[in-house]
C-alpha cells in the first residue's frame, strides 16, 4: 500500500523487531531520501541475495553488545486496573534521527545502526549504489576489512562504523570507498585493547577524497606504523586515546605520528591522558594546522614557546587541565592565534604582558580559574577591545582598589562577557563578597592627588614628632647604650681573657665501650692524676659532669674549661655523632680563640687515610698518638702524653712550616 506514496521522502520503521529487510524493495520509492532500520534484529543471511536474514548463533553476543539499546526503547505495560497501555517512559516530542546532520546533506541514507549486523557480505549491499550516507553503527562487527566489503558503494561518502568490534589488520581496509568523504571509526576500542593483535592506521592513504575522520574512545596506545599519512584529510578527531603511552618520555617512535597529514587543518587529541606534549611532537605537527584541542588531559605545565611551530594556528583548547601559568607574552608565541580556551584550570595570575600585541586574539575563556586580580598591563586595550567574547566567569575576583581599572572597563566596554551580572563576582571583601564586580564604587578607591600629598606630609610630620617625644622620655637610656655599643662594635671587638682553666684536659671517649672505659679509668687516669711526680687535673664526663643538666652545656663547659681536648680514638666511636659533636666544638676554639687545644690517642688503626690526620703528624706530631702494642714502650708514650698535655701546640709546630706560612 506504501507504493502509491511516490512523493514520499523519510521512511521510518525503526523499532520495528524486524528481522527480515529486503532492501531492494525500496528502490520503487523514487523520492525516497531516508531510511531507518535502526534499532531492529535485523542480522546477515547466509544467501547471496541481499536480504538480511535472522541468524540465531550470533543473537546473544551482540544483544549483550547492545544492552545499552534496551534502555532506550519504549515498550509497553498493561495496567490491570485502568485496561488501557501507558507508555512506560514519555515519548519524545519529535522526531530524532540518529543519523547525523552531516550524514543527510550528501543525499540517500540508510541507517541500519543498532541491529544484528555482525558481518558484512559485499552482495549485502548490490543494487544500492545510489547511496551516499551508511549508518552501521552498533552493531558489534569484528570482521577484518579487506577492502571488499563495500564494493557497490563506490559513491558512498558518510560511513558511520562506531561502536563496533573492526579489526584493522589491511592496508585495504575501506579502499572501495573511492569517494568517502566522512568515516567514523569511533568506540571501536575492542581490538586496540587486545594485546598482540596487529593494528594498521594508514588505511586513509588509500582515500583520496577523506577530509574528516573520526577515531574517538578507541584506546589506541600502539600501531605498526610509526605515523598516519593522508594528502586529503581536513579533520581528525582523536580523543579518548592513549597518546600518553605512544608519546612516552624516552619513545621518539611516534613522535611524527600526524606529520603526513600534509593538509590537516583541524586536530582533537582531547582526552588522551597526556601529562605534557612533548617538544619534537609540535615540532613534527601538520604545517596547516588552524584548530589544535587538548582538552580533558593532565596538563600541568604548556610549552607555550612550541606554538612557534605552528604557523596558522588560529584555534587553541587547553581548558579542563592543571595548568598554573600563562604565556609571558602572548604575541612572542604565536602571531595567528585568534581563539583561546583556558576554561577550568588552575591559573592564580595573569603575566604582566600576557596580551601585549596579541591584536588577532578574537576570542578568550578564562573561566573557572582562580584569578584574583587582572591589572591593565595584562589586557592593554588596544588589545582587548578587539575581542569579541570575553569569558571570565567563576573566578574569585578581589574587589580592592586594585580592581578599579578593570571595573571601569567592563562597565565602558563593548565586548561581549558572558554571565558578567551574576557569575563575575567578587570573592572579598568581605563588604562585597558575592556581590558582581559592575557594582564596585569606583569614587571610594579615587583621591585629588595634591590632597593625598598634603595629608601624607601633615600626618608624618606630626607622627614623627610625638614618635621623637614619647622615645626620648621612655627609652633615651636605650639610646646611649646603643650608641656607645656600635660604636665599640665599629671599633673593633676582642675577647676577654679568660680565666685560668679548671682542668688539664678533658677526655673525650666511647663511654659505652666497656674496654675503652677501663682503658681510661685504669690507665689513663691512674697515670696522669695518681701520680705523685706530675699530677694532671682530669675532666671525665661520668665523673665530672653535673646531672640533669643538658649534654651540650656539660660538653661545652668541659672543652672551656680544659686546656686540652683528648680524643681516645677507636673504630666505633669515630662513627658517632658524639665524637663528631666534640670535634667540632674543640676545633671551633681554633678559629675563635687561635688555641689548638686537640690531642689525638689511637687505641686503634682508623683514619689512616685520612688528610686532616696526616697535615696534624706532619704540622704538630706530638699531638698525634697511638698506643703501643709493645709494652715496654708505654712508658714512652706516657712521657710524649704529658709533655702534650704540659704544653702548647702552638710550640709544638714545625718550625719549617710556621716560617713558609
Known sequence: PLFSLRNLTVLDLGTNFIKVADLAVFKKFPALKFIDLSLNKISPSSGDNNFYGFCSNSRISVEQYNGQVLQEMHYFRYDVYERNCRSKDKEAASYQSSVKEDCLKYGETLDLSRNNVFFINPSDFQGLSSL????????AISQTLNGSEFSYLSELKYL?????????????????????????????QHYFLAEGVTH?????????????????ENDISTTIDTGMESQSLRILEFRGNRLDVLWMDGNAKYLSF???????????????????????AFEAMPPKLKLLNLTNNRLKSFNWGNLYYLKKLVTLDLSNNLLTTVPRELSNCSSSLQELMLRNNHIQHLTKHFLRGAFKLRYLDLSSNKIEIIKKSSFPENVINNLKMLLL??????????????????????????????????????????????????????????YLILFTVSA?????????????????????????????????????????????????????DPAVNEWVMEELVERLEDQKARQFNLCLEVRDWL???????????????????????????????????????AHQRLLDEKMDVIILIFLEKVLQKSRYVRLRKRLCRSSVLEWPTNPQCQPYFWQCLKNAIATSNSLAYNKLLQETV
Request: proline share 3%; hydrophobic share 40%.
Open 132 to 139: 551516499r550516507c551508511l549508518n552501521l553503527s552498533g552493531n
Open 160 to 188: 558511520d562504523f562506531s561502536n563496533n568490534r573492526v579489526d584493522l589488520l589491511y592496508q585495504t581496509a575501506f579502499s572501495e570507498l573511492k569517494s568517502l568523504e566522512i568515516l567514523d571509526l569511533s568506540n571501536n
Open 200 to 216: 594498521v592506521l594508514n588505511f586513509m592513504k588509500n582515500l583520496a577524497y577523506l577530509r574528516k575522520l573520526m577515531m574517538n
Open 258 to 280: 600526524f606529520k603526513n597529514l600534509s593538509n590537516l587543518e583541524e586536530l582533537d587529541i582531547s582526552f588522551n591522558s597526556l601529562n605534557f606534549v612533548p617538544h619534537d
Open 393 to 450: 566567569h567563576g573566578n574569585p575576583f578581589k574587589c580592592n582598589c586594585e580592581a578599579v581599572w578593570f571595573v571601569w572597563w567592563i562597565n565602558q566596554t563593548q565586548v561581549t562577557i558572558p554571565l558578567l551580572a551574576t557569575d563575575v563576582t567578587c570573592a572579598g571583601p568581605g563588604a562585597h563578597k558575592g556581590r558582581s564586580v559592575v557594582f564596585l564604587d569606583l569614587y571610594t578607591c579615587e583621591l585629588d592627588t595634591s
Open 460 to 512: 608624618s610630620t606630626i607622627l614623627s614628632f610625638m614618635v621623637l617625644t614619647v622615645m626620648n622620655h621612655l627609652y633615651f637610656w636605650d639610646v646611649w647604650y646603643s650608641y656607645h655599643y656600635c660604636t665599640a662594635k665599629l671599633k673593633g671587638y676582642r675577647r676577654l681573657s679568660l680565666p685560668d682553666a679548671c682542668y688539664d684536659a678533658f677526655i673525650a671517649c666511647d663511654n659505652e
Open 547 to 585: 646531672p640533669g643538666q643538658p649534654v651540650f652545656d656539660n660538653l661545652s663547659q668541659s672543652i672551656q674549661m680544659s686546656k686540652k681536648t683528648i680524643f681516645v680514638l677507636t673504630n666505633k666511636y669515630i662513627k658517632s655523632g658524639s665524637f663528631k659533636t666534640t670535634f667540632y666544638m
